[in-house]
């Protein structure tokens, strides 16, 4: 059984920092490309960050500068750092996993909310 598995979240001032984590179970972590998206209320799920297996980072617009997605195969885990956060960064964010077209497993999201 798959599992992924966030935490982190919550309520962060404007310009403030978090970290957010996803811990995977049930798949072969170091072969799955994995992401984080978010999705503001009314709003389309988007892409905020991806680090596949092998390569590069990807980052969406809103992210980049700000944010930075890493991963450690050995714990499983896929780690969000989100600085400078804006008030439009709140959103549910959602830990994807990839490995191919019949292997796509979600998350069930973490609150993040950014207000004074």
């Known amino acids: 059984q798959v599992q992924l598995v966030e935490s982190g979240g919550g309520l962060v001032q404007p310009g403030g920092s978090l970290r957010l984590s996803c811990a995977a179970s049930g798949i072969i972590f170091s072969v799955y490309d994995m992401a984080w998206y978010r999705q503001a209320p009314g709003k389309q799920r988007e892409l905020v960050a991806r680090?596949?297996?092998?390569?590069?980072?990807d980052y969406g617009d809103s992210a980049k500068g700000r944010f930075t997605i890493s991963r450690d195969n050995a714990k499983k885990t896929v780690y969000l750092q989100m600085n400078s956060l804006k008030p439009e960064d709140t959103a549910v964010y959602y830990c994807n996993a990839l490995g191919g077209s019949y292997a796509n497993y979600w998350g069930q999201g973490t609150q993040v909310t950014v207000s004074s």
């Open positions: 680090i596949p297996s092998i390569g590069r980072t």
